[in-house]
């Protein structure tokens, strides 16, 4: 059994889908790949099935009845990683924006080294971004700010996509309670990582646009990111964050 699982959300990737499979499933490591799609009207999820018959045991494919959020895609990836019995499960976009050949960094961070949570970093060594218009650069490492001043949690990147965990991080979180589908998401599950001590470490990256496909980018994601930071630090107020599973590695984020 490969102790390596990576987790990649589609919707209409057709552009990309077959790239992106080629490129982690070559890696020099061995790992697994779960696909978990939304029923892509371009034929995304078709595609993945023509290509399973070529990666037989490491390309996997969850198939969901319509978009039904970031989040949700990712905590069922989750919870089948965990009933498999993988390690490390790793989580990224299907565009490109995130370079596969950083993936064995991810996993180096949490196998060899003491990460609990490793993420890939897109402002921990100043702004490593390319083919986002300043705009966009300007919004996203604000946010970060943000969520740093609202939160006291000292991730430089909250909002990042690009993520390993051990397992162990995701039996303690209490995936069922995960309260957002958004990009808000990707900061709940770093937040409720650091509240229960959890050793969460940022690699550099650098972040590239997507060249083919659509952005899945909205203005009620946004807001949800904005509003939701504020609920998830006044809701820690009222419960504790302990943890029942064996401790994985020495607690303390950066």
């Known amino acids: 059994m490969n102790e390596r699982l990576v987790i990649v959300p589609t919707y209409n990737e057709i552009e990309n889908i077959g790239k992106i499979v080629e490129a982690v499933l070559g890696l020099p490591i ?13 034929g995304t999820g078709e595609h993945i099935r023509k290509l399973q018959e070529k990666h037989t045991r ?3 494919l ?4 319509g978009k039904l959020g970031l989040g949700t895609a990712y905590i069922m990836g989750f919870k089948w990683a965990l009933e498999r019995g993988y390690l490390y499960i790793c989580e990224m976009d299907a565009d490109f924006s995130h370079n596969p050949n950083d993936l064995p960094r991810l996993f180096e961070a949490c196998h060899e080294n003491s990460a609990d949570m490793a993420i890939g970093s897109r402002y921990v060594s100043g702004v490593n971004v390319v083919n986002w218009p300043m705009s966009r650069v300007l919004i996203s490492y604000f946010a970060s700010v ?9 991730v430089r990147d909250a909002t990042a996509g690009f993520v390993c965990y051990r397992k162990e991080v995701l039996e303690v ?3 069922d309670m995960i309260r957002f589908k958004g990009y808000a998401f990707q900061i709940e599950m770093k937040f409720k990582a650091w509240k229960y001590g959890f ?3 940022e690699l550099p990256i650098i972040f590239t ?3 083919e496909g659509t952005s899945k980018m909205s203005g009620k994601i946004v807001s949800e990111a904005i509003f939701g930071v504020i609920r998830l630090k006044i809701s820690s107020w009222f419960r504790r964050y302990r943890r029942t599973a064996p401790v994985t590695a020495e607690s303390e984020s950066l």
């Open 30 to 42: 061995k790992v697994h790949l779960l696909i978990v799609d939304d029923n892509s009207p371009d």
């Open 58 to 60: 490491s390309l996997h």
């Open 62 to 65: 969850i198939e969901r009845s």
């Open 146 to 154: 943000y969520v740093r001043m609202i939160t006291r949690m000292k």
């Open 173 to 175: 979180i209490d995936l």
């Open 199 to 201: 050793n969460v470490v």
């Open 209 to 211: 646009d997507r060249k």
